[in-house]
């Protein structure tokens, strides 16, 4: 049974940091496309960051060069290293996963498996 369980969410100021983690059963995360996503209040779910079977690495441009995506395949855990946060990212934030990463990596519709989120919340 494939599952994806998320955590490491909570509060921080903004400038602060947090790091997410994404832990994977029944099956290997390095085997498939992996993302974050995140959904504020009102808003649609947007995609954050993706990697694929090879480790390369794609991010939306509002978090680029603050936002690390990696995966551990000996943990099978994906994670999401976020910097410098802002109060704008302030959002749950989920990971999904699907076979490939050869089309549409940021839309979520696209994504088969898909963890029960972690909020992150960014104060001013």
């Known amino acids: 049974q494939v599952q994806l369980v998320e955590s490491g969410g909570g509060s921080v100021q903004s400038g602060g940091s947090v790091r997410l983690s994404c832990a994977a059963s029944?099956?290997?995360?390095?085997?498939?496309?992996m993302g974050w996503f995140r959904q504020a209040p009102g808003k649609q779910r947007e995609g954050v960051a993706v990697i694929d079977k090879a480790g390369s690495t794609k991010y939306t441009e509002s978090v680029e060069g603050r936002f690390t995506i990696s995966q551990d395949n000996a943990k099978n855990t994906l994670y999401l290293q976020m910097n410098s946060l802002k109060p704008e990212d302030t959002a749950m934030y989920y990971c999904?996963?699907?076979?490939?990463?050869?089309?549409?990596?940021?839309?979520?519709?696209?994504?088969?498996?898909w963890g029960q989120g972690t909020q992150v919340t960014v104060s001013s």
């Open positions: 029944g099956f290997a995360s390095s085997s498939m496309c």
């Open positions: 999904a996963a699907r076979l490939t990463c050869t089309y549409g990596r940021f839309a979520p519709d696209s994504y088969t498996y």
